[in-house]
Nanobody, 125 residues
Framework: QVQLVESGGGLVQAGGSLRLSCAASGRTFSSYTMGWFRQAPGKEREFVGA????????YYVDSVKGRFTISRDNAKNTVYLQMNSLKPEDTAVYYC??????????????????WGQGTQVTVSS
């Protein structure tokens, strides 16, 4: 069982940066692939990116490549989403998620077993 709690959301101007954190409970955090998703009002929840259990492999959706970076610190049971060059279209509730399998390129919500409650990111123009 893994419990996830996101933090770090807020209001930022276009072009700015935010770093989201996802703190996990559970002794097996280091064995999970971790993903980030987002959901804008009236839209489906969409995949943003994921990181392997070791942190050695990452995978991103095209719209955030070069702007967002996922990292993790297994000693702290935490995964991060660094977001730079933010755009108004990045406005959404951001969720972290965990899956106990090694494939990083997992974009479907059904592929993840555990979810956080989400944190709001608002980018003003």
């Amino acid at each position: 069982q893994v419990q996830l709690v996101e933090s770090g959301g807020g209001l930022v101007q276009a072009g700015g940066s935010l770093r989201l954190s996802c703190a996990a409970s559970g002794r097996t955090f280091s064995s999970y692939t971790m993903g980030w998703f987002r959901q804008a009002p009236g839209k489906e929840r969409e995949f943003v990116g994921a990181i392997s259990w070791s942190g050695g492999s990452t995978y991103y959706v095209d719209s955030v490549k070069g702007r967002f970076t996922i990292s993790r610190d297994n000693a702290k049971n935490t995964v991060y989403l660094q977001m730079n060059s933010l755009k108004p279209e990045d406005t959404a509730v951001y969720y972290c998620a965990a899956r106990p399998w090694t494939v990083v390129a997992a974009e479907a919500t059904l592929q993840y077993n555990y979810w956080g409650q989400g944190t709001q990111v608002t980018v003003s123009s």
